[in-house]
C-alpha cells in the first residue's frame, strides 16, 4: 500500500494492529519535534538583539521580561504599601497624612528598588543607564520641564506636607477637599462632588489657603443689614442669641457682633463666630441667617433694600435768559424814526 504523509513526514501505510501503534508513534514523535522547531525558531526569534549599551546586547526577550517584572512590580509596591496601611499603620495611633505619607513612601521606595532589581536581573550593568539617563536629561531640557518640576513638587508636598489628605483647602478658584497625593498631581474633590486633578507644581508656585493646616476651627463671618429705624441694642442682642443658639458654633471664644458701617440704607452689622469644621461654615451660615430672618420679624426689625430718593423741582428761568427776553421786547416796543423828519 501508499505510504501516507502527515505534517511534511512520510510513513507506511497501516496494515495490522502492530502497524496502527508504529504509526500513533511516529506521528507523536513527529508532533514533538515539530513543537521543538517551534520553540527553537521563537528561542532564536527573542535572541534577537535590538540595541546595546556599552557593549551590553538588549535583545527582544529581554526587554519582555524587562516589561513583565515592571508590571510585576508596580502591582506588588501598590498591593505591599496598602497592606502596610491596613495592617500596621491603621492600628498605630498617628495623624491620618503621616500614614498616608509613609504609605507613599514605603510604595515609591518598593518601586525604585524593584526596578533597579529588573535592570539586573535582565543582566544589564546599571553603569551603562548613564546612556539613559543623559538621553533623559536632554528629553528634560526640551519638553519634559514640567513633568519634572511636578515630580519634584510631589516629594516635597509627600515630605514637608503643606496639605494632607482630607485637608479643605482653596487653589485659585477651587475649592474642595485634597483627595490623594500622586507624585505628578493631587487630586481635589470640589465641594460638588467634582473629582479635578492638579499639577503638583501649583501648590507651590501659586497660593493655597488650608482651612485645615494647624488648628481646624476658623472664624466665619456673617453680614447683615437692617433699618436704620430699628433699636440698635436689641439688633446686637437678636444677633448674638442667634450665633449662640446654632449647635454647631463654639461659645469659646464667643461670637463678636460689630457695627461695620452706615450704609446707604442700612446699618452694616458684622457677626464674627468661630466653627469647628471649616467644612461645614457655609451650612452654619445659611442657617444663622435664615433663623435672623425669623428672629427679625418677630421683633418688627427691618431689612432694608438699597433705595433712592428722587426730588423734582420746577423748572426756573435762567437770570440771562430773562433779561435777553425783556432786551428783545424793549427793542420791539421802541418807537420808529419819522421818515418825512429825515
Known sequence: MRNKEYYGASFPAAQTDDGNNGFVTDLI?????????????????????????????????????????LILVFAGAKFLSRLLYL?????????ESIRYTLQRITQYTILILGVLFSFQFIGLDLSGLTVIFGLLSVGIGFGLQNLTSNFISGIMLLFERPISVGDRIIVGDLEGDVQEINIRSTT????????IIVPNSEFLSSQVINYSHGDT????????GVSYNSDLDLVLRIIKESALAHPETMDDPEPTVLLRNFGDSAWEMLLLCWVPDPKRQYKIASDIRCDLVRRFRENNIEIPFPQRDLHL???EPLPLRQEGRQAQVRKREAPKPDADAE
Open 217 to 224: 476651627k476658623i472664624r466665619m463671618r456673617v453680614e447683615i
Open 87 to 95: 495592617r500596621v499603620l491603621k492600628n498605630v495611633k498617628m495623624d
Open 313 to 315: 423741582r420746577s423748572a
Open 29 to 69: 514523535e513527529a508532533t514533538e519535534t515539530g513543537f521543538a522547531d517551534f520553540f527553537y525558531q521563537l528561542w532564536n526569534f527573542l535572541g534577537t538583539g535590538v540595541f546595546q549599551i556599552k557593549g551590553a546586547p538588549i535583545t527582544l526577550g529581554n526587554l519582555i521580561v524587562f516589561s513583565l517584572m
Open 188 to 195: 481635589i474633590n470640589s465641594i460638588d462632588n467634582i473629582s
